[in-house]
């Protein structure tokens, strides 16, 4: 890389680092002008990395995505194969630690949309990078024969799915697996937000033996132990 790519990457990456500490102290209402004061430069300057306000946030939605993504992926890989409970867990425990270890950029991915702003398509695939440890999961299930619930799914549910399913990156995954894969990754996400955002506060002493719980929970109703 040479001298100028170098010192534009190190530019771009200390925006986004300003723009991080922005998120935690003020939530996703970015300001470029801040950023740029913060950077101690113009803001016209900012302009030159991030054309506007959106594609900063988009940058910093890809890279939440992506090191989710991540955590969920070599998490999930460690655990034995064959075992279904085991990967389930391991994902789980993974992005429950990213959340907690990442806050501000999980309620940046995670919670209320921010005023203005439609994630272009370019957030889509980083966004399903932790999905897809699930439904390899439950691909393996149905795979291995343990997955086969038997459920009635109306028929706007069905077509629903059905027409997921035609993706190939959930193919080989039947309706009802994954109807039931969709409701434990929305418990999954529903335990988090809250926990995080202090929905429990009073009702929960004990998150870790709280999520464990759920997990438990999610990983009968998926019927993954056969």
Known sequence: MGVRAQARAETTEAIKQI?????????????????????GVV??????????????????????YDSLGEAAEQAEAKAPRRDLPARW??????VRAWARANPYEYALLYGSPVPGYAAPQD???????PVLVLVSILRDGVAGGVLAPKERLSRAVRADLVGLIANPDFADVTPAVLARGMTAWAQLFGTLS????????????????????????????LELAG
Do not use: C, W
């Not at 998150?207 to 009968?220: G, N, P, V």
């Open 123 to 129: 957030t889509i695939a980083p966004a399903t990078r």
């Open 43 to 64: 803001s016209s300057a900012v302009y030159r990395y991030f054309d506007s306000r959106d594609e900063l946030l988009t940058a910093l939605i890809i890279e939440g």
């Open 89 to 94: 867990f391991a994902l789980g425990r993974a």
């Open 19 to 39: 723009a991080r500490r922005h998120l935690a102290e003020g939530g996703p209402n970015l300001s470029l002008r801040a950023v740029a004061r913060d950077l």
């Open 194 to 221: 809250f926990e995080l955002f202090g929905r429990l506060t009073g009702a929960v002493s004990d998150y870790d033996a709280y999520f464990e719980h759920q997990l438990k929970s999610m990983s009968r109703y």
